[in-house]
């Protein structure tokens, strides 16, 4: 004679390797969640399920994914949060064991303002904690209004069953999402870095009697320094790598790296570069940068930057420092180094700086101008000790004899060097303005 209770136990058990099946098959949370749902309201024989997975950073449970909540219901509601701690499900989440109640209204547990938003009447519940292997809490499922009756113990097996299957397919949902999440930020950045980087001189303009090179490495995939040299020829702007009878250059370190600091000095390189275009002059430039930066910027947060104009027809160099130093200047005919500090407060700080001008600063032959930034002065090896603006004058004085550009190899081989595997903890940025001996005729 057959037996009922077998074939209903082969039912169930075909049903559970089934939503495993379905539910080891999509990476989708989402689609997980109604597998679940429908999963549990069919196998037990009920009107409706809901999924609350568990915020643990908030303390709440949150419904996503509900029948009797559709598209046009969740628009209105987004989701449904609660207190980890309140009603049937938060006594679940709590305990972590399971509750079946066969009326919900006579139970003083019962939360009834989901009903009182849905619109919906629940009669008996059956919630069910989704544990991981390690009985961490993942959330919580409740079945609602069994046909025919109350859920018994029965029921009770078979929700923890496959609320065990739930719990894992949840898990293996959330770290699939973080992967891709993390992909695409990683994509993201790539692309800002792809993109700040192209922001960069490709070459710098040719000025007679100078030597010019400059470059800046983020310590992420973004950096929150800057530079930029634009050269000009009769007043007017020129293409990179043109020759050039003057030239304006900037280098700004805004606080901290990454994607924040990156926007905010790449918008003051666009700022200065319309300036430069329009003719304006260096304090009315510093003036208006300035400002702007004072109305954009977040509390906390500034920007300090060298400005300076290089002069063919006199051999000058005029520049502007908010809070940009050291700046070094070797005087060759001495053999000395200078360390010349800002001339005020960084930009974003105060809204109306001092903006005075320095006197223009006459360049004699192989004499060197370096504005370098935090980033390589505060370098560190394994020990902890830094590279110094003394160790960056060192390395500058022993190759004072060759181009600007070998100038600047040598300072970030050396720095290379000293640092070793120790990773970067800020971006590193450095200009080398020489004046070169004339051409031998």
């Not at 999963?39 to 609350?52: G, I, K, P, Q, Y």
């Not at 040299?229 to 606080?255: K, M, P, Q, S």
Request: hydrophobic share 45%; proline share 4%; charged share 25%.
């Amino acid at each position: 004679m057959p037996d009922p209770g077998g074939e209903l136990h082969d039912d169930v058990l075909r049903r559970m390797l089934e939503v495993a099946r379905h539910l080891s098959g999509s990476a989708d949370l989402r689609q997980i969640l109604s597998v679940i749902i429908n999963a549990m309201r069919d196998t037990l024989a009920a009107e409706r399920a809901t999924v609350f997975e568990y915020d643990e950073a908030r303390g709440q449970l949150v419904a996503t994914v509900a029948h009797g909540l559709d598209p046009a219901a969740l628009s209105g509601l987004q989701e449904i949060r609660i207190p980890a701690d309140r009603g049937l499900a938060g006594q679940c989440a709590q305990q972590r064991s399971i509750i079946n109640v066969p009326d919900a209204y006579a139970d003083d547990r019962f939360d009834r303002s989901i009903d009182a938003r849905t619109g919906y009447r629940t009669r008996s519940i059956l919630t069910v904690p989704l544990l991981d292997d390690d009985q961490s809490l993942i959330g919580v499922t409740q079945v609602l209004n069994k046909f025919g009756g109350p859920f018994d113990d029965r029921d009770e097996e078979i929700a923890l069953g496959l609320g065990s299957l739930a719990a894992v397919a949840i898990r293996r949902g959330r770290l699939l999402e973080d992967r891709l999440v993390r992909e695409k930020l990683q994509r993201d950045l790539q692309l800002a870095r792809q993109i700040q980087q192209s922001t960069f001189p490709k070459q710098l303009p040719r000025l007679d009697g100078f030597g010019l090179a400059a470059w800046s490495e983020p310590a992420e995939e973004t950096g929150g320094d800057v530079f930029d040299v634009i050269g000009f020829r009769a007043g007017r702007a020129i293409a990179g790598g043109d020759e050039a009878d003057r030239a304006l250059l900037l280098l700004a370190d805004a606080t901290g790296h990454g994607v924040g600091p990156a926007l905010a000095v790449t918008q003051l390189r666009a700022m200065l570069r319309m300036a430069a275009r329009i003719g304006a002059d260096l304090p009315t430039v510093a003036r208006h940068i300035n400002h702007q930066l004072c109305d954009d910027l977040p509390t906390g947060r500034f920007i300090t930057a060298w400005m300076g104009e290089l002069n063919v027809a006199d051999l000058s160099l005029q520049s502007f420092s908010a809070g940009q130093g050291p700046l070094l200047q070797f005087d060759a005919a001495r053999d000395a180094f200078e360390q010349l500090h800002g001339d005020t407060l960084p930009f974003g700080v105060e809204r109306d700086l001092d903006i005075t001008m320095a006197p223009p600063i006459h360049l004699g032959e192989g004499d060197i101008f370096a504005v370098v930034s935090d980033g390589i002065f505060e370098a560190t090896d394994d020990r902890g000790r830094e590279f110094s603006a003394g160790r960056a004058m060192d390395v500058i004085h022993a190759h004072r004899g060759e181009s600007a550009q070998a100038i600047l190899d040598g300072l970030k081989g050396a720095v290379a060097a000293f640092s070793g595997d120790t990773a970067a903890a800020d971006d590193r940025t450095a200009i080398i303005i020489k004046r070169e001996a004339p051409p031998i005729s």
